[in-house]
């Protein structure tokens, strides 16, 4: 966790943790690496050694007292960015690499530009991390170069207190001025609380997601994005997960602006909210005070972790009264499947068990929480029934927690593979708007004398049915788990047109041991080459490794499954 490890100074711990473990379970990658580091060891050496010396005399010229050494590459660090960029291990820029440590953040850009002057930068490789740093604290400047013969290498610039954090931590920085403040030197040791925004939001994660591992999934997702910094109209920057979009922006800023957010402005020029932003982006979000609040769509194209909890637990709240009457309704509904009367289990002295067995403070929050999704209304008359078996000596308690853990898809499938909900040997038809396959969540609908259709739940036809007059024909379907079936999909392929494009397509299908039922090429004026194909999966695993196949064909740029 990047913000973490160099926040509490266990970066050198993360290091040598992850040579270790990669040598012993990638023993092959590792061999490989360090047999190419070995070969032009010498001649690394020399070429580093030499321009250390040019950039230290370089330096004494222009007055600028600093230290300058090499910094080692660690191996799994090699490793992933060869893996991330598919790149071999000469076209690692910073195999070499310096760091340059001055007194001064004057310093630090004067020291930029002696080796700025001394040798040729390479575009897009700046960073500027001073006047920009890192939520964690990180500041520095790095520049990639161009040496003699061509060789890129890579130079670390910063002040001696950036090191200190970045090398050992914000602990062992605050170490450092208390002990100078003791030993009677000047010393500030006032730090903002600005300066560590990023473990409060940490902590207000966690009183967010009640569930310790989704606490720690979001923690880890959040802390392992690749970050891009945008600005606000006055010219602040806010720094947020790569892929993000001003839904996530709006809600970095505060929670009401993202629940009142009606559109945006990226770059003065009015955008749709689910655009992606990119470095360096003006974003300006526009509200209002009549906006009903987030829609759940909006959880489809967020990024980050923050974003994604304000916007659950706004419907938490704002729809408890609606959970708290939809989890009431589930417990009538599971009470009537095995048999029990309402009046006789549902008392205060069985019902507090399971308000302590899952923590919860009272019986409408246990209802809301039901009727949100977070438990399952098995789960809660289970703990009741046990709680019931103490004071009641009845034998079909038994029964009744047999009834009830019994997997509710016991009907007889169709021959598609559907269950209907209550219904045994029901006419069933897979609807050709938008290709069911096992895995895809499904409804029914109660058709007029052609049975059940069954449609992805996303699909835009059963959306139409929702929002009118037809939703009383909607009906629960699941699929058979143990049934192996084959299902049709139909594939949409774009593709930057070239010679042996559709070979290379089919070739991949073939590797996948995928049935190819149809296919058809087009090109258009622009030489973008659309391809659509037809496979037979037997469940969604099965697509989306064709998919994920189709992916890795040269040229090709989107892959989807049609709807």
Known sequence: MHHLQIGFGIYSLKWELEDLAFKYLYPEDFREIVEGIDKKREERLQFIEKIQQQIIDELKKQKIVAEVNGRAKHLYSIYRKMQRDNLSLDQIYDLFALRIIVNSVKDCYAALGVVHELYNPMPGRFKDYIAVPKPNMYQSLHTTLIGEK?????????????????EFGIAAHWAYKEASFLSGKKANVEVTEDKLSWLRETLEWQKDVEDPQEFLNT??????????????????????????????????????????MTGCKINSKMMPIITKLKNGDIVEIITSDKAKGPSRDWLKFIESSTAKNKINAWFKKNEREENITKGKELIERELKRIGIEHAEI?????IQGALDRYKFSSVDDMYASLG??????????????????????DENVE????????????????????????????LVKLSKCCNPV??????????KGRGVSVHRTDCKNVKDLFSGDEESRMIDVYWYTEKEAAYSVDIEIYANDRDGLLADQIAQVNNTKTKLMAVNCRATKERIAITEMTVEV???????????????????????RRK
């Open 438 to 447: 096992p895995g895809d969540d499904i409804v029914g609908y109660i058709t």
């Open 538 to 560: 037997e469940n969604l695993e099965e697509l989306n490794n064709v998919l994920k196949a189709l992916r890795r064909v040269d040229s090709v740029y989107e892959v989807k």
């Open 150 to 166: 061509g060789t890129p290498f890579e130079v670390q610039i910063r002040t001696w207190d950036m090191h200190r954090i970045a």
């Open 219 to 260: 923690l880890k997702t959040e802390l392992f994005e690749d970050e891009i910094y945008v600005f606000t109209p006055k010219g602040d920057i806010k720094v947020l997960p790569r892929g993000c979009t001003p839904i996530d922006y709006a809600y970095s800023i505060h929670a009401e602006i993202g629940h009142h």
């Open 372 to 393: 949100f999704g977070a438990i399952t209304s098995g789960k809660i008359i289970t703990r009741i029934l046990e709680e019931y078996r103490k004071v009641h000596k």
């Open 399 to 426: 029964k009744k927690l047999e009834e009830l853990n019994k997997p509710k898809n016991s009907v007889k499938p169709s021959k598609s593979g559907i269950i209907v909900k209550g219904i045994d040997n029901c």
């Open 346 to 350: 549902m008392k205060p002295e069985f």
